[in-house]
């Protein structure tokens, strides 16, 4: 069984429109999240972290995490040419002693001008 | 930029040969994990480093092996290079193990 499922896309947008960028995860342990934004050729980059159940709101970003579904979201507003890039859902699995954090293959992401 | 640097930048080495990666983690930051991109996909994750010790690996065979040094720098050791080793190696850093990460650039390596 996969433990972190996204679809790979690609998901395309139009300018100034919502994305929705969606994730399920099968460790039920799982207590932190993590989205990633990787731009082609590049590291992933840090955007949004969530611990609780509901809703995170930073700037445009909108991260949303249901543990009971196992399901975490990112939403992106007003969507720009530059939020054009793979997203990567990347729950933390935990251990005994060596908490790793685990990433999805990623959605890619094009935002239509 | 996330103060993790890593090198080198790219690599290019032949099937059978061996390959050391470097990585030098944020000032403060003591665990540093390390994962594979191959193209198309997201990181798989290597092994960590927390306070000079593995802290936890992932699904890679022994010739992958690493260290961690006193001033939490760390290496990626890989021996007897596969074609399939071709790919992305990212490390991160974090406060602690389990911690938010931030990633290097990246070694882009390519086995011929």
Redo the contacts between chains.
């Keep these: 069984q996969k433990e ?1 499922e996204q679809n790979s896309g690609p998901l395309s947008v139009p300018e100034g429109a919502i994305a929705s960028l969606n994730c399920t995860y099968s460790d039920r342990g799982s207590q ?1 999240f ?1 989205w ?1 934004r990787q731009y082609s050729g ?5 955007i949004m ?1 969530i611990y609780s159940n509901g809703d995170k709101e930073d700037g445009r970003f909108t991260a949303q995490l249901n543990k009971a579904s196992q399901y975490v979201s990112l939403l992106i507003r007003d969507s720009q040419p530059s939020d054009s890039a793979t997203y ?1 859902c990347a729950p ?1 699995i ?2 005994n ?10 959605t890619r992401l094009h935002i239509l001008p | 930029e996330t103060g993790v640097t890593q090198s080198p930048t790219h690599l290019i080495k032949t099937r059978g040969q061996q390959v050391t990666l470097r990585c030098s983690s944020q000032s403060g930051h003591n665990t540093v ?1 390390w ?1 594979q991109q191959a193209l ?6 290597i092994f ?1 480093y927390y306070r000079e010790e593995e ?2 690996r ?1 699904n890679f065979p022994p010739r992958f092996s690493g260290l961690q040094f006193p001033n939490y720098s760390s290496e990626l050791n890989v021996n007897a290079l596969e074609l399939d080793d071709s790919a ?1 190696y ?1 490390c991160a850093s974090s406060l602690e ?2 911690g ?7 070694t882009r390596l390519t086995v011929l």
Excluded: C, T
């Excluded at chain 1, 590049?42 to 840090?46: A, G, M, R, T």
């Excluded at chain 2, 198309?40 to 994750?45: D, K, T």
């Excluded at chain 2, 938010?100 to 990246?106: A, D, M, S």
């Design positions: 972190v932190s993590f990633y590049k590291s992933p980059e840090l972290f990567l933390e935990p251990g002693r060596d908490d790793k954090i685990i990433f999805g293959k990623g | 994990s994962y198309g996909q997201g990181p798989q994750f960590q802290n936890g992932g992305l990212l193990a389990g938010l990460q931030y990633f290097g650039p990246g």
